[in-house]
């Protein structure tokens, strides 16, 4: 069983950036796939970006060029780096983690973090 816990979600300015992270713990080790997703009010979930074991990487349409997923295998975080905030990415954020893939951005993750907000105005 993996545990993961976001952090860095907050206010920020239209244009401004935001850096996400996502702590794992448990069987971090058995961690092969991670992505990021994110739901807005009213909206339905949707995938932001995605990591694989290999490093290949996905991104939604909405994000290309704005926003960068990386890990640190050595700490088993995971971030989202967002950059040039635009007021469609208020959301909360969510990162998700599977040993089988790859899932890519869809729903298929089997473990989930709580969420954390971001709000850009």
């Known amino acids: 069983h993996v545990q993961l816990v976001e952090s860095g979600g907050g206010s920020a300015q239209v244009g401004g950036s935001l850096r996400l992270s996502c702590a794992a713990s448990?069987?971090?080790?058995?961690?092969?796939?991670l992505g990021w997703f994110r739901q807005a009010p009213g909206k339905q979930r949707e995938g932001v970006a995605a990591?694989?074991?290999?490093?290949?990487?996905s991104y939604a349409d909405s994000v290309k060029g704005r926003f960068t997923i990386s890990k640190d295998d050595a700490k088993n975080t995971l971030y989202l780096q967002m950059n040039s905030l635009k007021p469609e990415d208020t959301a909360v954020y969510y990162c998700?983690?599977?040993?089988?893939?790859?899932?890519?951005?869809?729903?298929?993750?089997?473990?989930w973090g709580q969420g954390t907000q971001v709000t850009v105005s």
């Open positions: 998700a983690a599977d040993r089988d893939g790859p899932a890519r951005l869809r729903f298929t993750y089997t473990s």
């Open positions: 990591i694989d074991s290999d490093r290949s990487t």
């Open positions: 448990g069987r971090a080790a058995n961690i092969n796939y």
